[in-house]
């Protein structure tokens, strides 16, 4: 007697909020001296780095390689009634970018955009939002698409006035996906935020003014935490009783 089987798919996905947020500022600087404008660029990152310690924010630093280049202007000169085009040397510009990894904790982001802006970086920030340790994530989305499968057989067999037997074949289609369902973290939009509704600059008030800035980031922050949904799909084939 043939054996008869039933072929299953299963699917799931789960939604994980992004625990892990990594900023890259970037400094640029101008000068006639090459060394003077790597050192203005640098001198900038290293005393936002000091004044994150010394509001107790140790992230994750990663030095990304500085770019260089050379700049000119474009001069008319005339001689002998004919107009002659020249570029003239001008100076250097320095660029420095600084990877920052921190764990989601509103508070400590908004010191790092509030900072930011106290040195002037604020306009060269961007971010990525992401989950620190999917794997577990990932293998939870494809025992909850195995557990749908076997479910789904479990009923129709039932409903069929059969049984579901053992589990003959696995066919994973090994199609883990992830993908944002939100909007990523919005630096201009917070500190946007932050100058509506803030009388003073966030670092030129008094103290009580900037715990305003700082809560009402936060709350920002909170209501737009980044997520990712994980997902898998497995086919599934068992005996029928």
Known sequence: MMQRLANVEGKASMKVLCDTVKFVITAQSQDVSLETATETTRGQLDSLISDLADNEIVPKTEWQDPEYERLTEQTNTMRRGVRET????????????????????????????????????????????????????????????????????????????????ELVNVNPKNCWYEYDEEPELCVEDLLVCTHLEVDEEPMGGSEKELDRTISIMTQHLLKSQPSTTYGDEVKLQFSII
């Open 86 to 165: 020249s570029n003239v040397f001008v100076g250097f510009r320095a660029t420095q970018s600084l990877a920052l990894t921190l764990a989601w904790n509103p508070e400590q982001l908004c010191k790092v955009l509030i900072l930011a802006e106290k040195h002037n970086l604020a306009e060269n920030i961007s971010t990525t939002a992401f989950v620190a340790n999917p794997a577990p994530h990932r293998d939870e989305a494809t025992r909850q698409a195995v557990a749908n499968a076997k479910h789904y057989a479990t009923v129709v067999c039932e409903a069929a006035g059969a049984k579901l037997g």
